[in-house]
C-alpha cells in the first residue's frame, strides 16, 4: 500500500451530511474527509447508526477526527467564522471550478435522493454545483469538492504548459525579517540621512 503525503493547507475544513440514510454513502464521506485531512465531519438529521457506519468506514475517521451529531438543521453549530457551503444543484449555485474555497469552511452534502433541505440552503454562505451532466453520488461528490479545495488551496509545485509533470519544484514561501527589524533599519538609516 502506498501512502500519499499530505499536503498542508491554510485554515481548516470540515465535512458533513444531511438526511442521508445509505451507511455506505455516510461511510465513505468520512472516510475520504479523514485522508483529505478535514479538521471535523458532522451530521444533520442522518437516519443510520454510528455502527453501521463503522462497518463501512476502514479508517475509523469517527474515531480519529471529531464527530459532531445534530438532530435539526437549526442546531447545527460551526466554529466562528467557518463558512457554511452547500452542494447542491440549484439554479443560483456556483460551478465548483470558479468557486473560491473560503479559508475555513464546513461543507454540506444532502441526502441520496433528494437534495439539501430549504432550511439548510437557507444556512449556508454559499451553495456550489459540481458541473456534470446529471447528480452524482453523495460520496463521489464529497470527494470531488475536498479535492478541489486540496488542488486550489494547496501548495503544489505549478502545472506545466504541456501534458506531463511539473518541470520545477513548488514554491518554498521566503520570510523576511520580522517587522520590528525593518522597522528598526529603517529608523538607523533615516538617522543617518539626516546626520549628512
Not at 456534470?132 to 478541489?148: K, P, Q
Not at 486550489?152 to 520580522?178: K, N
Not at 520590528?180 to 546626520?195: F, G, L, M, Y
Request: charged share 25%.
Amino acid at each position: 500500500m502506498v501512502r500519499a503525503t499530505p499536503h498542508k493547507m491554510r485554515g481548516y475544513f470540515g465535512i458533513g451530511v444531511e438526511g442521508i440514510s445509505k451507511p455506505m454513502n455516510f461511510g465513505a464521506v468520512t472516510r475520504t474527509a479523514h485522508a483529505f485531512g478535514a479538521s471535523f465531519t458532522f451530521s444533520v438529521a442522518v437516519a443510520t447508526s454510528m455502527r453501521e457506519i463503522d462497518l463501512v468506514d476502514t479508517s475509523s475517521s469517527t474515531r480519529n477526527i471529531p464527530f459532531y451529531e445534530f438532530d435539526t438543521t437549526e442546531e447545527l453549530m460551526l466554529p466562528k467564522e467557518c463558512a457554511l457551503v452547500g452542494v447542491e444543484i440549484t439554479e443560483d449555485a456556483i460551478d465548483l471550478p470558479s468557486f473560491r474555497h473560503p479559508r475555513c469552511a464546513a461543507y454540506v452534502v444532502g441526502p441520496e435522493r433528494g437534495g439539501l433541505s430549504d432550511a439548510m440552503l437557507g444556512r449556508c454562505d454559499h451553495v456550489v454545483k459540481i458541473p456534470t451532466r446529471f447528480s452524482i453520488n453523495v460520496g463521489l461528490a464529497s470527494a470531488l469538492v475536498m479535492y478541489d479545495r486540496l488542488i486550489t488551496l494547496g501548495r503544489f509545485a505549478p502545472r506545466p504548459e504541456q501534458a506531463g509533470g511539473p518541470s520545477e519544484s513548488r514554491q518554498v514561501p521566503a520570510f523576511g525579517a520580522p517587522a520590528w527589524v525593518r522597522k528598526q533599519r529603517r529608523q538607523a538609516k533615516a538617522a543617518k540621512r539626516d546626520t549628512l
